[in-house]
Nanobody, 125 residues
Framework: QVLLVESGGGLVQAGGSLRLSCTASGLTLNDHAMAWFRQAPGKEREALACISWSSTTTYYDDSVKGRFTISRDNAKKTLYLQMNSLQPDDTAMYYC??????????????????WGQGTQVTVSS
């Protein structure tokens, strides 16, 4: 059984930082592209960042480029999202996802096979 578990969310003031983690079990992480998404109440899900299995390629949505950094440690089976300069608009539930397809493919179609349950990030003004 594949399980992705996010952690690191919480309440932070505007301008602050958080680091999210996503720990995987039940799959070989270095066979999978991974990504972070978020969804705020009443809004559509957003793809934020994606990283290839080898970490050689990363993709970012324009809304977070320069503020968020995606990284992974395959030995620890963990995906990270370093979030800096957080703003109230960043308030959302954050999800990690994994898929055995190439990163460029799933970044374009957002069709990830495995999803975590999410961790809440709240940014106060």
């Amino acid at each position: 059984q594949v399980l992705l578990v996010e952690s690191g969310g919480g309440l932070v003031q505007a301008g602050g930082s958080l680091r999210l983690s996503c720990t995987a079990s039940g799959l070989t992480l270095n066979d999978h592209a991974m990504a972070w998404f978020r969804q705020a109440p009443g809004k559509e899900r957003e793809a934020l960042a994606c990283i290839s299995w080898s970490s050689t390629t990363t993709y970012y949505d324009d809304s977070v480029k320069g503020r968020f950094t995606i990284s992974r440690d395959n030995a620890k089976k963990t995906l990270y999202l370093q979030m800096n300069s957080l703003q109230p608009d960043d308030t959302a539930m954050y999800y990690c996802a994994a898929d055995p397809s190439p990163a460029w493919e799933v970044w374009n179609n957002e069709d990830f096979r495995y999803w975590g349950q999410g961790t809440q990030v709240t940014v106060s003004s």
